[in-house]
């Protein structure tokens, strides 16, 4: 089993639309265990190394603001292939290719509001965990655990 962990981040529309119960929920319905979770204002410089590999890209300044103009909703998600399950429950970077079902699918109609991160590798997901969550994860049983493999 390969059981892993991935960043997951509500963007400010998804917290400031009221869709942080329906995200969580999907995530815990699905089987994934969180292991740490926060509501914080990003500070340029997490949203800027958070976002690095597209600094080159026509979007980043925007993308920089928007992460930073209001609260997000930050976890990290623990299970089995967590890193893909959460991106295909995601949907599509943009909303407008993404399948009804998928969060970005239901919720989103542009790219530049997509609503939620969710990291893209098990290398990128452990560079973000360290930059978004310095303190620890937790680690612990779920009584519901024995069904989920
Ligand atoms: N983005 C954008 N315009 C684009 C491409 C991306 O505003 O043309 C934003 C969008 O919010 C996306 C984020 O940049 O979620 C990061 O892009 P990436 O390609 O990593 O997509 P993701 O992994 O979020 O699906």
């Given at each position: 089993?390969?059981?892993?962990?991935t960043?997951?981040?509500?963007?400010?529309?998804?917290?400031?639309?009221?869709?942080?119960?329906?995200?969580?929920?999907?995530?815990?319905?699905?089987?994934?265990?969180?292991?740490?979770?926060?509501?914080l204002?990003?500070?340029?410089?997490?949203?800027?190394?958070?976002?690095a590999?597209?600094?080159?890209?026509?979007?980043?300044?925007?993308?920089?603001?928007?992460?930073?103009s209001?609260?997000?909703?930050?976890?990290?998600?623990e299970?089995?292939?967590?890193?893909?399950?959460?991106?295909?429950m995601?949907?599509?970077?943009?909303?407008?290719?993404?399948?009804?079902?998928?969060?970005?699918?239901?919720?989103?109609?542009?790219i530049?509001?997509?609503?939620?991160?969710?990291?893209?590798?098990?290398?990128n997901?452990?560079?973000?965990?360290?930059?978004?969550?310095?303190?620890?994860?937790?680690?612990?049983?779920?009584?519901?655990?024995?069904?989920?493999?």
């Amino acid at each position: 089993m390969a059981i892993e962990k991935t960043f997951v981040m509500i963007k400010p529309d998804g917290v400031q639309r009221g869709l942080i119960g329906e995200i969580v929920g999907r995530f815990e319905k699905k089987g994934l265990k969180l292991v740490a979770a926060k509501l914080l204002a990003v500070d340029s410089k997490t949203a800027e190394a958070h976002y690095a590999e597209h600094k080159e890209r026509p979007f980043f300044g925007e993308l920089v603001s928007f992460i930073t103009s209001s609260p997000v909703f930050a976890m990290v998600w623990e299970g089995e292939n967590a890193v893909s399950v959460v991106r295909s429950m995601m949907g599509k970077t943009n909303p407008v290719d993404s399948a009804p079902g998928t969060i970005r699918g239901d919720f989103g109609l542009s790219i530049g509001m997509n609503i939620i991160h969710g990291s893209d590798s098990v290398e990128n997901a452990n560079r973000e965990i360290g930059l978004w969550f310095a303190e620890n994860t937790l680690t612990y049983s779920k009584s519901g655990d024995v069904w989920i493999q």
